[in-house]
């Protein structure tokens, strides 16, 4: 059975540091794309990163610069470091495995709140 368990989420000031991690099993990691997907109050999932099975990872406009994706493929883990935190990036932060097109099964998500 997959599971997914993301921690790391907690209350950052603006312009602050987190770093999220995702801890994977029951299928085979290294095999898989995976990433975060976030969803902040009153709207709908919005993409953050995905690293493929290279270890090469993209991010939409809004975060790159800021954010940075990777994977542990030894410890079956992907990890989000967020920096220069926003206000708009408080949000329920979900990992992901990536199947074709879609993401198939999420994690139980955690929660980044970033205010002053």
């Known amino acids: 059975e997959v599971h997914l368990v993301e921690s790391g989420g907690g209350m950052v000031q603006p312009g602050g540091s987190l770093r999220l991690s995702c801890a994977a099993s029951?299928?085979?990691?290294?095999?898989?794309?995976m990433g975060w997907v976030r969803q902040a109050p009153g709207k709908g999932p919005e993409w953050v990163s995905t690293i493929n099975t290279g270890g090469i990872p993209y991010y939409p406009t809004a975060v790159k610069g800021r954010f940075a994706t990777s994977r542990d493929n030894a410890k079956n883990t992907v990890y989000l470091q967020m920096n220069s935190q926003k206000s708009e990036d408080t949000a329920v932060y979900f990992c992901a495995r990536r199947m074709h097109a879609s993401w198939d099964y999420w994690g139980q998500g955690t929660q980044v709140t970033v205010s002053s």
């Open positions: 029951g299928f085979t990691f290294s095999t898989h794309d």
